[in-house]
């Protein structure tokens, strides 16, 4: 079964800094990873995914993300943070082997803050 | 173009109780899911629905269940409502169940169970 563990219940980081916040994937095939923003009172905003192709996936909102099968990691990265970005951050999986039955498995989440 | 919808936006029930919960889609999106998040946590899987036939369930007691209309829109009914019951549900829809398909989420149904 597909899993994802995201180490870091928080990240704190500085406007201006870059930002990463961890993922890390468990699944028996080739996955596909997503990243999601949750902002407070509200669902879950799309930021990107990785299918296939070019390990370095541009998203929204400057957002970029790193997968690394090796490592089995999909990492969340921005060059430059903003106060806005403050939020909780999930990552999720989908095993492509049960076809698109499969549903999305998120992580814990990981609350981004990021200070003026 | 109009987003997921839900409805109500908050709901208190007592135990013992029943609640539904209802849904719309993206326009066009005939596959939709529901998911359970509870405070602290990641969403947790309950349903997948496309073209009004159950795709998936998640490990979730059979007093959740749900059904999809035809024109997409879905509801989440769950009986004998216990106090773990309480979470944000999340309606989720994708234009079809291709695997490579993001889902786009509501802004939930935040249920309280007293």
């Known amino acids: 079964a597909q899993s994802v563990a995201q180490p870091e219940d928080q990240v704190n980081v500085a406007e201006g800094n870059p930002l990463t916040v961890k993922c890390t994937y468990s699944?028996?095939?080739?996955?596909?990873l997503f990243w999601y923003v949750q902002y407070p009172n509200r669902g879950l905003q799309f930021l990107l995914k990785?299918?296939?192709?070019?390990?370095l996936v541009k998203g929204s909102y400057g957002f970029e993300a790193e997968f690394n099968k090796s490592q089995t990691s999909f990492h969340l990265k921005k060059p430059s943070a903003l106060v806005s970005d403050s939020a909780l951050y999930f990552c999720?999986?989908?095993?492509?082997?049960?076809?698109?039955?499969?549903?999305?498995?998120f992580g814990k989440g990981t609350r981004l803050s990021v200070i003026a | 173009d109009a987003g997921v919808t839900q409805s109500p936006t908050h709901l208190i029930k007592t135990r013992g109780q029943h609640v539904t919960l209802r849904c719309s889609p993206i326009?066009?999106?005939?596959?939709v899911s529901w998911y359970q998040q509870v405070l602290g946590q990641g969403p947790q899987f309950i349903f997948q629905?496309?073209?009004?036939?159950?795709?998936g369930r998640g490990n979730f007691p059979d007093r959740f269940s749900a059904r999809q209309f035809p024109n997409y829109s879905s509801e989440l009914n769950v009986n004998a409502l216990l106090l773990g019951d309480s979470a944000l549900y999340l309606c989720?829809?994708?234009?079809?169940?291709?695997?490579?398909?993001?889902?786009?989420f509501g802004p939930g149904t935040r249920l309280t169970v007293t």
């Open positions: 989720a829809s994708r234009p079809g169940t291709q695997v490579y398909y993001e889902q786009y």
């Open positions: 699944v028996s095939g080739n996955p596909y």
């Open positions: 990785y299918i296939t192709g070019d390990n």
């Open positions: 999720a999986v989908r095993d492509p082997s049960n076809s698109g039955n499969t549903p999305l498995v």
């Open positions: 326009s066009g999106h005939k596959s």
């Open positions: 629905y496309y073209e009004k036939e159950e795709r």
